[in-house]
């Protein structure tokens, strides 16, 4: 998985591509560490461009909520397509994170 | 930090007595005081056997047996094959040199004796001795400890004779597949008989493989005993194990699950479902994916789940499996995927109509790279006609 980040005044946003899985977990702090120094209170993780997303990855996307939760803000999850929008459809991922089309 | 080398074992081989014993002084004062000594290569040969040193000091020109053969012949036994062996040589001589790396030496030190470098190279060798034995010890254990942790995994699942068991009290076709992607995994299946006329099918899948999802199956199996399943709705037991799980998993670790109990007095079978993929009921010709979305396990507490029923009558199926069935895939095919499953499974009735489990993981081994890059769990579950 790579990953491109664009920060805006009030939001920040962060592209996926490829695929995110088990072995993607050392990645996971980068992302997280970009939820800390910014003034933001909107954090957009794009997923159009991921293509591939198991449930390791899953389990990625409720840490990330959950640590933007407990720095007050908000995670919005965008854009999955194909495959990696059925994992998410099926695990009902969107009962806790915002999913936005 | 120097490592101590008091307890490594070094073995001289020369033809001359003077040189020996100039070795073993300078060793000694590097805190070596075990050193046997030969003196020529039989008899080097035989003191490694009896001996067994952690390094030899080797001459090259002896009689009888010279150094260059001696060594030629430890590296033809395995088991001296990594044992360091330093040639004593003129250090000016690139043509001897030449000859003792191609004999299978490991490095040279000076002749005549130079104290300071004899030491250091003796050194260096015997503490990488000792780092890659300390490591292959380690690995050794870890390997046993895993190969325990293995045992234990499988105990966890039912065994054939219960299989068996169960399939003749209610004239089912039962049979199952469990393979870890590494020693150990994060599927779990069960089989729950609760009364005369009713069965109970439980699919898990932890998130992730390896020894952190092993031990949530453990935790798993501590906590099914801990909910009575014969008085609860599939959706009620899911939402109490959910509860459980949720007060034990580190944030990001969750499980898929299925959920199903089989009624034989109604051809009935109700089901809850968090996220494992569809199962494939069959029901005369016709095949289906059965919706089994739901939030994971151990995610949020507030997660509920729907029951839904379908009828499963004498010579119907239900096939359950984890995602690694439809998300593994090889060089020349890509994974399954989802929607294909129903039409594999038709492909492997046409094979054996009774026992498809065989005929569909002979297909998915053929076309997917191994070793797996996840846990695989399949279970066939077939009412007999």
Redesign the interface.
């Known amino acids: 998985m790579q990953f491109q980040t664009r920060s805006t005044s009030d939001e920040v946003e962060v592209r996926l591509n490829g695929r995110l899985e088990f072995t993607d977990h050392d990645r996971l702090s980068d992302i997280v560490g970009l939820l800390d120094g910014q003034r933001a209170r909107r954090f957009t993780i794009d997923l159009s461009g991921l293509e591939f997303l198991d449930s390791a990855g899953l389990g990625m996307l409720l840490i990330l909520q959950e640590e933007a939760e407990q720095r007050n803000i908000k995670l919005t999850v965008r854009g999955p397509q194909g495959d990696v929008k059925r994992s998410i459809d099926l695990a009902r991922i969107g009962e806790i994170i915002t999913i936005e089309p | 930090m120097a490592m101590s080398l008091s307890d490594s074992r070094v073995l001289i081989v020369d033809d001359n007595e003077f040189n020996r014993k100039s070795l073993a002084l300078v060793i000694r004062r590097a805190g070596i005081s075990e050193i046997a000594f030969a003196g020529d290569g039989e008899e080097g040969l035989r003191a490694v056997d009896r001996f067994r040193p952690d390094l030899v000091l080797l001459d090259v020109d002896m009689p009888v047996m010279n150094g260059l053969e001696m060594c030629r012949a430890l590296r033809r036994n395995a088991t001296h094959e990594e044992l360091p062996v330093l040639f004593q040589t003129a250090l000016d001589s690139d043509e001897e040199q030449v000859r003792c790396f191609d004999a299978g030496g490991s490095d040279f030190i000076s002749k005549p004796i130079r104290p300071g470098e004899c030491v250091a190279r003796v050194r260096h060798q015997l503490e990488k001795r000792k780092l890659f034995n300390d490591l292959a010890a380690y690995r050794e254990r870890v390997q046993r400890e895993l190969s325990h942790a293995r045992a234990m995994q499988h105990s966890l699942l039912p065994e054939s004779r219960r299989i068996a068991a169960v399939a003749e009290r209610y004239g089912l076709i039962l049979d199952a597949h469990f393979e870890t992607s590494s020693e150990l995994g994060g599927d779990f299946w069960g089989v729950y008989p609760l009364d005369d006329r009713r069965v109970g099918f439980l699919l898990i899948?932890f998130?992730?493989?390896g020894i952190t999802a092993a031990i949530n199956t453990f935790r798993l199996h501590t906590l099914i005993d801990r909910f009575p399943m014969e008085d609860a709705a599939p959706s009620q037991w899911l939402s109490r194990l959910n509860g459980a799980l949720k007060d034990v998993l580190p944030?990001?670790?969750?499980a898929?699950a299925f959920f199903g109990i089989l009624d034989l007095a109604t051809d009935t079978l109700t089901f809850a479902g968090a996220?494992a993929?569809?199962p494939v009921l069959g029901v005369g010709a016709d095949l289906r994916l059965l919706d089994?979305?739901?939030?994971?396990l151990g995610?949020?507490r507030?997660?509920r789940y729907a029951d839904q029923s379908h009828r499963l009558p004498r010579g119907g199926f239900l096939f359950l499996y984890s995602?690694a069935l439809i998300?593994c895939g090889g060089e020349e095919h890509g994974p399954l995927?989802?929607e294909a499953v129903p039409a594999f499974v038709r492909d492997a009735l046409a094979v054996n109509r009774l026992h498809p489990l065989r005929p569909m993981l002979d297909r998915f081994y053929a076309r997917t790279r191994q070793p797996l890059?996840?846990d695989l769990t399949a279970v066939w579950i077939a009412r007999r006609a």
């Open positions: 899948d998130a992730g493989h944030t990001g670790q969750f898929t996220g993929p569809n089994s979305a739901g939030l994971v995610a949020s507030r997660a995602d998300e995927g989802q890059r996840d």
